[in-house]
């Protein structure tokens, strides 16, 4: 079945460490977004891109980093430099241009311990 | 400045009544797409309903219709005969085709829906 898949669901980091979470979509979609979601809160965004090797910052870029080297996937580093990085994080994919909806992923929960 | 704003927190609806969530959007681009996505307590997001700024007609969706007034850059959600499994948080998002927006999907704050039985 065509989808986005994120892994891990739940995800433990030691203050200090970097963590990368991973995003793979089979939509054959050229858009691909990363999104933060604090407890009762909205989707921030965080990173997007619209094509390989290509993506820009969103509102809330500082401390963390993508890359973009194949379609298919667009994971997310959440670095030591983000001082608050507890929160649910959303992949989603959605076709270049037009106006179709995005496709989300389940989700990965980060809990710094 | 807020690109999407959802002013509604959380709402109490009775079942099989319908509720109406707030939505008004800011841009200056002629050329966007509004949507309404549902995120139950498991976390997935759900798409429920889909608006261009160029469409004539509000958009609907089975139980979901969108009331579309574009001069006061809103973009309500009715949701009528509420059930039960309605019970989520929903969020309101657009897209904008500006260039220099890049295809970026911006979402509002979300409003929690409570169905009371």
Redesign the interface.
Known sequence: DGGITQSPKYLFRKEGQNVTLSCEQNLNHD?M?W?RQDP??????IY?S?IVNDF?K?DIAEGYSVSREKKESFPLTVTSAQKNPTA?Y?C?S?P??G??????G??T?LTVV | AQKITQTQPGMFVQEKEAVTLDCTYDTSDPSYGLFWYKQPSSGEMIFLIYQGSYDQQNATEGRYSLNFQKARKSANLVISASQLGDSAMYFCAMRELIKAAGNKLTFGGGTRVLVKP
């Open positions: 858009a977004y999104y009762g809160q909205g989707l921030r965004l997007y619209q820009q969103g649910f959303l989603a959605s270049g241009g106006f179709t909806e995005a496709f989300f389940q989700g929960r």
